[in-house]
Structure formats: C-alpha cells, structure tokens
C-alpha cells in the first residue's frame, strides 16, 4: 500500500509561470454575488451589474461593482505589459543574433531564393529590390 500518494487533484492556486495564464478561472466573492470566469468575464459581468445597479437607483451597489471591475481589469492589464515586455525582449534578442552587413549576409540574401532554382542569370548585388530580379527572371 502507497502511503504518499493522492488520486485527487490540488485545488490550490498553480503555481505555474507567474501566473500569467488569461484562461485561468477566478472566484470572485463581490457584494451580493458570487462570480466565476476569466479575468475578463468578470470585469465584463461586474460592468454589467453596476449598470444595473445604477439604473435601479442604488449608487453605491454600482459604484461596489465597478471597483470590483477595476481590480480585473488591472489584472488585465498586467497580464498585457507583461506580454508586451516578453515581445520586446524576444525582439531584442532576435536583433542581437541577425548577421548583420558587416558579417557579409544582407537582409536581401536571406530572404533569396538559393541560384539552383532561380537560375545563373539572377544577380542579388542590386540594390533596387524586386523589381530587377523580377526582370532578372524574365530575360532567363
């Protein structure tokens, strides 16, 4: 008998990579209700109850609601900037690793198709761009 193992499951917050997972699903205990979904259900659901609440004449249950939506959406935005500051690092280091003029491959050559299937004629050493291989193309 296995003393050390569980078959159930942690209910627990993962601990996964920061948290940054947008389909993760929040309990949300606001005023009067409870609420479960992605970040953005529910700030979309609290937007929806505030407005409710404002047009029954309760300000204060509205004004409740849309703190609670504030706080998702925060989170939203977090979950943006991080991504974003992901997206410029990988840029930068993308740039950092491109051979540049100097290391004798141009942007131009890389993007070329290899001389076996476009043939001898083709000369990539033209700075005017497409249009001159195209005709290159053309004459062979």
Request: aromatic share 4%.
């Given at each position: 008998?296995?003393?050390?193992?569980s078959?159930?499951?942690?209910r627990?917050?993962?601990?996964?990579?920061?948290?940054?997972?947008?389909s993760?699903?929040?309990?949300?205990n606001?005023p009067?209700?409870?609420?479960?979904?992605?970040?953005?259900?529910?700030?979309?659901?609290?937007?929806?109850?505030?407005?409710?609440?404002?047009?029954?004449?309760?300000?204060?249950?509205?004004?409740?609601y849309?703190?609670?939506?504030?706080?998702?959406?925060?989170?939203?935005?977090?979950?943006?900037?991080?991504?974003?500051?992901?997206?410029?690092?990988?840029?930068?280091s993308?740039s950092?690793?491109?051979?540049?003029?100097?290391?004798?491959?141009?942007k131009?050559?890389?993007?070329?198709?290899?001389?076996?299937?476009?043939?001898?004629?083709?000369?990539?050493?033209?700075?005017?761009?497409?249009?001159?291989k195209q005709?290159s193309?053309?004459?062979?």
């Amino acid at each position: 008998m296995r003393h050390n193992s569980s078959n159930r499951r942690s209910r627990g917050r993962g601990r996964g990579k920061g948290g940054n997972n947008r389909s993760q699903v929040f309990d949300s205990n606001g005023p009067e209700v409870r609420i479960r979904g992605t970040a953005h259900q529910i700030c979309d659901k609290y937007i929806a109850l505030a407005k409710d609440a404002k047009s029954a004449g309760d300000a204060v249950l509205a004004e409740s609601y849309l703190q609670h939506a504030e706080h998702y959406q925060r989170i939203i935005l977090s979950w943006n900037e991080q991504n974003e500051a992901r997206q410029q690092q990988q840029q930068n280091s993308k740039s950092n690793s491109r051979p540049t003029e100097a290391d004798g491959n141009t942007k131009k050559e890389e993007l070329a198709l290899p001389a076996s299937i476009l043939g001898d004629k083709v000369d990539f050493s033209n700075e005017t761009g497409a249009s001159d291989k195209q005709k290159s193309l053309e004459n062979a």
